[in-house]
């Protein structure tokens, strides 16, 4: 979904809605119902589940209200498949991710981002696999393998920076930082931790920064652990203040929640009992909210352990109480959720393998098996956006068989047909020996074929070889007409694109470079790399 094809109205509350999150405004939530409004206003499925999803988002981001994260979740995920959009699908896999995680079905979180990262296989330049890198690897730090979960905080690191548009992307950087100086403080090495520090602090330098994402509970406790460990009493106490005040005033998400836990038994480790309790308290008020047996169970092994370092034993078989009543609890929640989330599971498979189906279909044309034009598009648009990106060649050949309407003529539609049938054959066994050349029947008797990342010799290689290929395979239609031979005429386009440079474009030049071979040595392929034929250009035109 392309969200500057809709009008001025959709793409205004687009911005605010993406400068909202950005800033993490409370304003947030409000953009996104009004967008979803909008969306159904326009009877339009694909924007109403991007609405929805980042509705979604808004609630996990900002509030501790679970169940119309869960809701609004699950509506987007339903028009999202229904429309086959791939990155928000697999953003809505991550949330469902941290779902699992929060209801305590590590199993489940890891099939999820395992999943959504298989969504974004085509698409090499999005950093939706960075998210869901991160939170396995948060799945390994909580289970004390710091050193792989360090591995994934690395591997997040690179998938994040691919896309600097995500309008949360310098918060996500930042998060890497916090998690990575985390690691390197359970690993003892004060030297990394460090030079984590200077690079959060680094972020801010760049104009795009917000400035309130260093106010964010993440970070306020890292950099207060992290002071701590290197020493620095002063910037702890900065740190620890800062972070004190937020939680007492609980602003924090529902995405925070085993954060504060976390620091709750920090400040138990360093001495700082009645602050521990205080947030144990607070906590309490807010998990009045949240029906999570998980979150629940947690805070009452937070409780055990600090009642016992009191030694207020009243306390501590109060909080044992609650834990043994939260244990069976969560055991009974824990297996409804993972009914409801294995039941998601199989759906979103099926409807997964369905939508395969009919997108196949969609984008299949019926005689010769290639795309079509559909496909064609939807390749092509991803295509010359990687090869700008990766300043690397993109080959556009028009490729159309020569004398064909006299063919026609004289052997009848049918054998027209078979025709097609026969270049095509020859074409996909191109394609099915190289990854990098895809093919589509643009219409009637011509063919489109893109190479990927190709200079001019390969590109003429494998043009040649299949005008050959085409040549030396007669037509058999009996008897009548046995031994027919046909002919291809080649005109191809080879350069680096331009951000602005589209498939037109190219097929612009392949069409007039066709011309040329047409019009001259039919049967013969022509490779130019400007748009415009001129004198210049015809003498720059390698031919096969």
Known sequence: MNINDYDREIQTLNSEMMLARSSMSSSYIGICNRLVRAAKRLDDNNLVGYAYYYLADAYYLLSTDYRKFSTNLLKAIEYLQLEGDIEHLARCYNLLGIDSLNHGNYELAIDFFLNGISYCENLPESGVPGFMLFNIGHVYYRFGDVKTALFYIRSAYKHIRRNRKESLYYRNILYCYCFEADCYINLGKPDSVRKCLESMDKLANYQEFNEEYLLGLPILD???????????????????????????????????????????????????????????????????????????????????????????????????????????????????????????????????????????????????????????????????????????????????????????????????????????????????????????????????????????????????????????????????????????????????????????????????????????????????????????????????
């Open 222 to 544: 890292t950099k207060m652990r992290a002071y701590y460990y290197l020493g620095d009493k002063k910037r702890f106490e900065y740190y620890f203040k800062m972070l004190n005040d937020l939680i007492c005033d609980k602003k924090f998400s529902l995405d925070d929640m085993e954060d504060v836990y976390n620091t709750a038994r920090f400040y138990l480790h360093i001495g700082k009992e009645k602050d521990a309790i205080n947030v144990a308290h607070i906590t309490e008020d807010v998990l009045e909210d949240l029906n999570i047996a998980n979150l629940r169970l947690n805070h009452a092994k937070l409780r055990c352990e600090i009642y016992e370092r009191v030694e207020n034993p009243g306390a501590k078989l109060k909080a044992l109480e609650d834990f043994y009543r939260y244990t069976l609890d969560f055991e009974k929640e824990k297996m409804v959720n993972y009914r409801f989330f294995a039941a998601m599971r199989t759906k979103l498979a099926t409807v997964e393998k369905e939508n395969d189906k009919l997108m196949r279909q969609a984008e299949t044309d019926q005689l010769t098996g290639l795309g079509n034009r559909y496909g064609l598009n939807r390749y092509a648009e991803t295509a010359f956006e990687k090869a700008f990106k990766r300043g690397h060649y993109l080959a556009v050949e028009l490729l159309d068989v020569d004398n064909f309407k006299h063919f026609n003529d004289k052997y009848g539609h049918q054998m027209g047909d078979q025709c097609l049938k026969h270049i095509s054959k020859a074409i996909t066994d191109m394609c099915e020996h190289n990854k990098d050349i895809h093919a589509f029947r643009y219409g009637g008797d011509e063919f489109i074929i893109i190479y990927e990342n190709m200079n001019d010799d390969k590109v003429l290689d494998h043009a040649t070889r299949l005008r050959d290929k085409v040549k030396e395979m007669p037509l058999d239609f009996g008897d009548a007409k046995k031994g027919v031979t046909i002919s291809v005429s080649q005109g191809i386009r080879n350069s680096v694109p331009q951000e602005t440079t589209k498939l037109w474009d190219y097929m612009y030049a392949a069409d007039n470079a066709l011309y040329q071979v047409k019009e001259h040595c039919k049967g013969e392929v022509a490779l130019i790399h400007n748009a415009v034929i001129s004198q210049k250009s015809l003498d720059e035109v390698k031919h096969g």
